[in-house]
């Protein structure tokens, strides 16, 4: 397992050949650099993989953890200290599959999405280190080097974001990623450091008898861990950010923002599991139901947005609340009991992964072609984009939850885990898997069918009532259709996967069955919200939904402006925190403590003028000074002596 | 016999009329004025030395000798110093001649 | 003390000399300060010559008298008309060399008197030429024909630095 090294190095050597050579290279030689880099990571993660799995279960009947690398990088005590390396596991090397593949998917796409942008080079710099902070995140073999990744994730995040730099939206949009997160992260370092301080260490695997003595601590330490991991899993109520995030290229959209960066969250409530089972029962109900609030939220809101992008942020949000809720749910670490949700929880990870970067890259090849984001530029794409719509409606039927693609599966075992938690759980999910059909397909039919948006303009051009001729929407160039091809097989095959022979909370083998029950349920309700969705908007805007529009006017409106939560936060951040508790602070720092800095400063500026007359470069002067100073110490040694 | 003391004293006054020279002189030749004062002087001290107190050598004889011969030469490099001060600057007055004051 | 010829000479001499180099630093004209400098320096060499070092005494009129104050006065007429005049100093500045001047004057005087010397030897009588010519040129114990050398060495060297220095570019 020696290898794995590789998969952190390389990233991180692309990144630094085309951080500091890239703007020298012309744009094919930066974009391969970095695309064969992640090709050559991609290949050791599969290897690593087939060699992790292919070796089989240990004596104890558990895959074993290997850690290749480890070294201690900063000794704090004879037991803390903080470590850096790598680690094997089932998770760590399914997560290493899961971001090499669609990091290696985005690479490639980007090469026919970002052609001709200006810093490019740049652009491939910023994947490279994102994929190497992701990856260094997901095999860390500490709470504290996973945080340090952490962070690093934070901040190529906010750099793609930013890409286009020259557009105040996304200038905003980042500052306001990064400081969300980066305050939810703050929970999660104090969280880290009350672990780190009771437990005595920063490992995953910590003295069971000391956690047992810190008694509320712990659950509390979990409690601010989880907050951190919600910031960066776009939990309510700390989602606004991810919306907004949609700002970047959308190619980072699919790799960040939608498979790998916002499962973070999730990721660590995955790899602390055991503790949380162990000493913390509460705080993952507590998760469970914030991420079934978030679920709901996000589906309603998401059935209400314009910008394609914007829905399919919220629809992340939601399923990523799904995966919480899962985690959410687990009363023990044993699959046939209980503990079935961590097992649907990565396995829907996993799959959401797939299709919902299929759905980004889609999305990104529909504002490709029309150059808009917005759904009432789009409308009959499907003539001008056969291969974006076939995979697009693949994606939509997964995340729909529809048999047999991906989605059915692991959303199936994430219900099945709720109805064994709580039969409310179960149908509460159900109801939000039901509308998540509803709104994908809303979205899936304004985009591809109903009126086309281009003939009505052309209708409009040849009537010579608009000057411009409409834009002709085109199928993507084969650089990005390959990768979505590519992610469309996998996520028509992926459910097959028997995801419970690698991943369960306890390491045993589960063979996954379907509960026939909760399966025909929720493709009911799936095959319902797919058929609200196409009687309302298939041939365009009909009766049907205009009345829905005219009853509900306001709730949508609510809905449109996501119930007002970003409103919310400026509220309670500039009205509430800034004027009331900034602002005396920031008078009492201008005027007691700056003034008093400030009266040193003169103070020493006047008496240095005064002083300074005694430098006036005058030799006479200096040599009477210099003979007074000759003659006290004549006299003083001649008399007092 | 002159006692040795009214020699001293003598020198002593010369040298701090040459010092106090020295610190009120506003003009380069004045002040070299008073540098010779001063070197005179020191000169008369060691011949006095000499002369009363260890009349069998003749170092205090020497010393003042090569005093004189060094008095000389620093007058002259002194002088050259001035002159040229004086054909760039246009000026010998020490209020005037800032240009290594900062 | 008894008031013989050479006691008499001596107070004039110094009394001359006291009054020369006090107009030499407070008069306003370059000239007359060189003036007065160069009767302290004739005194000088009238004291050398009471203290029967008269070979002394003739170097300090020639090199003195004859070769410095010329420089001094070919200096002062280099220099022109207008910055020749000597301007007072501030009387702070006036006051402190004063205080500096005097505190030291005192001190000095307050220690050859209160010193306690040796015994004074009678001075010899007139140091023979013959004696003055082996003692620079000798190469023994108290002679000093190396310090001749570096002297004579620092006399070419000042010319060459001085003619550099003053040399128009």
């Known amino acids: 397992m020696e290898h794995t090294i590789f998969i952190l190095a390389l990233p991180l050597l692309s990144f630094l050949i085309l951080a500091l050579a890239g703007m020298k290279l012309p744009h094919k030689v930066a974009g391969t650099i970095g695309t064969l880099s992640l090709a050559t990571v991609t290949v050791l993660a599969y290897v690593t993989a087939a060699q992790y799995f292919g070796a089989g279960r240990g004596a104890d009947g558990l895959f074993p953890t290997l850690v290749p690398y480890n070294f201690t990088w900063l000794p704090l005590t004879e037991?803390?200290?903080?470590?850096?390396?790598?680690?094997?596991?089932?998770?760590?090397?399914?997560?290493?599959?899961?971001?090499?593949?669609?990091?290696?998917?985005?690479?490639?796409?980007?090469?026919?999405?970002?052609?001709?942008?200006?810093?490019?080079?740049?652009?491939?710099?910023?994947?490279?280190?994102?994929?190497?902070?992701?990856?260094?995140?997901?095999?860390?073999?500490?709470?504290?080097?996973?945080?340090?990744?952490?962070?690093?994730?934070?901040?190529?995040?906010?750099?793609?974001?930013?890409?286009?730099?020259?557009?105040?939206?996304?200038?905003?949009?980042?500052?306001?990623?990064f400081i969300v997160t980066r305050f939810a992260d703050l929970f999660f370092l104090v969280g880290i450091l009350f672990y780190g301080y009771y437990a005595g260490t920063f490992s995953f695997e910590p003295d069971v008898r000391l956690l047992f003595s810190a008694g509320i601590v712990i659950p509390v330490a979990l409690g601010l861990m989880f907050i951190g991991g919600a910031g960066k899993s776009a939990m309510?109520?700390?989602?606004?950010?991810?919306?907004?995030?949609?700002?970047?290229?959308?190619?980072?959209?699919?790799?960040?923002?939608?498979?790998?960066?916002?499962?973070?969250?999730?990721?660590?409530?995955?790899?602390?599991?055991?503790?949380?089972?162990?000493?913390?029962?509460?705080v993952l109900h507590i998760i469970a139901y914030v991420g079934a609030f978030t679920a709901l939220y996000a589906a309603v809101v998401a059935c209400a947005q314009t910008d394609i992008k914007r829905v399919l942020a919220f629809s992340t949000i939601s399923q990523i609340a799904f995966m919480m809720v899962?985690?959410?749910?687990?009363?023990?670490?044993?699959?046939?009991?209980?503990?079935?949700?961590?097992m649907a929880s990565m396995f829907h990870l996993f799959t959401h992964a797939m299709f919902k970067g299929l759905l980004f890259l889609g999305a990104g090849a529909i504002i490709h072609a029309v150059h808009s984001n917005e759904r009432d530029c789009m409308g009959g794409l499907r003539k001008y984009m056969p291969v974006t719509h076939i995979t697009f409606l693949i994606a939509c039927l997964a995340i729909a939850g529809i048999f047999p693609f991906s989605g059915f599966f692991s959303k199936d075992e994430i219900l099945t885990a709720c109805y064994s938690y709580a039969p409310m759980m179960e149908v509460f999910m159900s109801g939000v898997a039901g509308l998540t059909a509803f709104y994908m397909f809303r979205l899936y039919f304004l985009i591809f069918w109903g009126k086309s948006y281009y003939e009505s303009q052309l209708a409009l051009f040849e009537k010579g009532r608009i000057e411009k001729k409409p834009h002709t929407p085109h199928e993507a160039p084969a650089a990005m259709l390959i990768p979505m091809v590519i992610l469309a097989a996998i996520s028509c095959l992926a459910?097959?996967?028997?995801?419970?022979?690698?991943?369960?909370?306890?390491?045993?083998?589960?063979?996954?069955?379907?509960?026939?029950?909760?399966?025909?349920?929720?493709?009911?309700?799936?095959?319902?919200?797919?058929?609200?969705?196409?009687?309302?908007?298939?041939?365009?805007?009909?009766?049907?939904?205009?009345?829905?529009?005219?009853?509900?006017?306001?709730?949508?409106?609510?809905?449109?402006?996501?119930?007002?939560?970003?409103?919310?936060?400026?509220?309670?951040?500039?009205?509430?925190?800034?004027?009331?508790?900034?602002?005396?602070?920031?008078?009492?720092?201008?005027?007691?403590?700056?003034?008093?800095?400030?009266?040193?400063?003169?103070?020493?500026?006047?008496?240095?003028?005064?002083?300074?007359?005694?430098?006036?470069?005058?030799?006479?002067?200096?040599?009477?000074?210099?003979?007074?100073?000759?003659?006290?110490?004549?006299?003083?040694?001649?008399?007092?002596? | 016999m002159i006692p040795a003391e009214y020699y001293l004293v003598l020198a002593a006054l010369l040298f701090f009329i040459g010092v106090f020279g020295f610190f009120t002189r506003r003009n380069l030749l004045g002040v070299l004025i008073s540098t010779e004062l001063v070197l005179n002087a020191v000169d008369i001290n060691f011949a006095v030395f000499n002369a009363y107190y260890f009349p069998e050598h003749l170092e205090g004889f020497f010393f003042t000798m090569f005093a004189i011969g060094i008095a000389a030469s620093e007058t002259a490099v002194a002088i050259a110093i001035i002159l040229n001060v004086y054909r760039n600057m246009r000026t010998i007055r020490l209020k005037e001649l800032k240009k290594l004051k900062f | 003390?008894?008031?013989?010829?050479?006691?008499?000479?001596?107070?004039?001499?110094?009394?001359?000399?006291?009054?020369?180099?006090?107009?030499?630093?407070?008069?306003?004209?370059?000239?007359?300060?060189?003036?007065?400098?160069?009767?302290?320096?004739?005194?000088?060499?009238?004291?050398?010559?009471?203290?029967?070092?008269?070979?002394?005494?003739?170097?300090?009129?020639?090199?003195?008298?004859?070769?410095?104050?010329?420089?001094?006065?070919?200096?002062?007429?280099?220099?022109?008309?207008?910055?020749?005049?000597?301007?007072?100093?501030?009387?702070?500045?006036?006051?402190?060399?004063?205080?500096?001047?005097?505190?030291?004057?005192?001190?000095?005087?307050?220690?050859?008197?209160?010193?306690?010397?040796?015994?004074?030897?009678?001075?010899?009588?007139?140091v023979p030429m013959k004696l003055i010519g082996h003692t620079m040129m000798g190469v023994e114990k108290y002679n000093f024909v190396l310090p001749f050398e570096v002297?004579?060495?620092?006399?070419?060297?000042?010319?060459?630095?001085?003619?550099?220095?003053?040399?128009?570019r």
């Open chain 1, 79 to 177: 037991s803390l200290q903080i470590e850096m390396g790598i680690m094997l596991d089932p998770i760590s090397v399914m997560m290493l599959m899961v971001i090499s593949t669609v990091s290696l998917m985005v690479h490639i796409y980007s090469f026919g999405y970002m052609k001709g942008e200006k810093g490019f080079q740049r652009y491939y710099a910023f994947l490279s280190l994102f994929t190497f902070s992701m990856l260094g995140l997901v095999v860390a073999t500490n709470i504290f080097q996973m945080y340090i990744f952490w962070e690093l994730v934070g901040v190529s995040s906010y750099l793609l974001i930013g890409f286009y730099y020259t557009k105040k939206a996304a200038i905003a949009a980042s500052k306001k990623a």
């Open chain 1, 236 to 282: 309510f109520p700390l989602h606004i950010w991810l919306p907004d995030a949609m700002e970047g290229p959308t190619p980072v959209s699919a790799l960040i923002h939608a498979a790998t960066m916002v499962v973070a969250g999730v990721y660590l409530v995955a790899r602390m599991f055991p503790i949380f089972i162990e000493f913390a029962p509460q």
């Open chain 1, 326 to 342: 899962a985690l959410g749910v687990c009363t023990s670490d044993d699959p046939h009991a209980g503990g079935l949700g961590y």
């Open chain 1, 495 to 641: 459910g097959f996967i028997p995801f419970g022979e690698f991943i369960t909370a306890n390491g045993e083998a589960y063979e996954i069955h379907l509960n026939t029950g909760v399966a025909i349920s929720s493709t009911l309700l799936a095959i319902i919200g797919i058929a609200t969705a196409t009687i309302m908007y298939m041939k365009g805007q009909n009766k049907v939904t205009l009345t829905m529009k005219v009853r509900s006017k306001k709730f949508i409106q609510a809905a449109y402006h996501r119930f007002y939560m970003d409103e919310l936060w400026l509220f309670v951040t500039k009205k509430v925190i800034f004027r009331g508790i900034s602002r005396p602070i920031a008078w009492f720092d201008k005027h007691a403590i700056d003034a008093f800095m400030d009266l040193l400063g003169s103070a020493t500026q006047t008496f240095a003028r005064q002083i300074r007359t005694f430098q006036s470069g005058n030799i006479q002067s200096y040599c009477i000074w210099f003979l007074h100073g000759v003659m006290i110490l004549a006299l003083i040694l001649i008399f007092l002596v």
């Open chain 3, 1 to 126: 003390m008894e008031l013989n010829t050479l006691t008499i000479i001596f107070i004039g001499l110094s009394l001359l000399m006291v009054a020369a180099a006090l107009l030499a630093v407070t008069t306003r004209n370059i000239m007359r300060a060189t003036t007065y400098l160069l009767f302290v320096l004739f005194g000088t060499a009238g004291l050398y010559f009471i203290l029967h070092y008269t070979f002394l005494g003739a170097v300090q009129v020639t090199v003195y008298a004859g070769g410095i104050i010329v420089l001094f006065v070919f200096a002062a007429l280099l220099i022109g008309k207008g910055t020749r005049d000597l301007t007072h100093t501030s009387i702070l500045r006036y006051t402190a060399g004063f205080t500096a001047a005097i505190t030291g004057l005192a001190l000095t005087v307050y220690l050859i008197f209160t010193h306690q010397f040796p015994e004074v030897q009678h001075p010899v009588s007139v």
């Open chain 3, 151 to 168: 002297v004579s060495v620092l006399l070419l060297a000042c010319m060459v630095g001085a003619l550099l220095i003053a040399r128009k």
